[in-house]
């Protein structure tokens, strides 16, 4: 597989994605620790393990787009779908959605 290449997160269990959620956290904080951080001065500021399956399917769905980055309507319509796809997600996604104020879609006639 070359570096351009990338497979994509969708066909994986949800345990699978907390799995490699919860390895890249191990692995980043390991790596501020040899950097000589205190930790009581970084781990607030990190994601979740379920944040970062959510931030893992989002970048899935930015690359299936040919990299682009969603509008602020399709970034809606792409987290709500990861909500949809992996229910136990539903609650971080939308304590994401609010706190960084992607909105939904306007409806006709409002």
């Known amino acids: 597989m070359t570096a351009n290449q990338y497979v994509p997160r969708g066909w994986a269990s949800l345990e699978a ?10 692995t980043v904080i390991h790596e501020r620790l040899l950097a000589g951080e205190d930790p009581w001065a ?3 500021e990190l994601p979740t393990v379920d944040e970062l399956v959510v931030y893992l399917l989002r970048a899935d769905a930015i690359n299936t787009d040919d990299g682009r980055h969603p509008s602020p309507t399709r970034e809606f319509r792409v987290l ?4 949809l ?3 136990a997600l539903t609650g971080t996604v939308w304590r994401m959605l609010g706190q960084h104020g992607a909105r939904a879609p306007k409806r006709q006639g409002a």
């Open 17 to 26: 994605l907390r799995a490699e959620a919860h390895q890249e956290l191990d």
């Open 42 to 44: 970084f781990m607030e």
């Open 80 to 83: 709500r779908q990861i909500a």
């Open 85 to 87: 796809e992996h229910p």
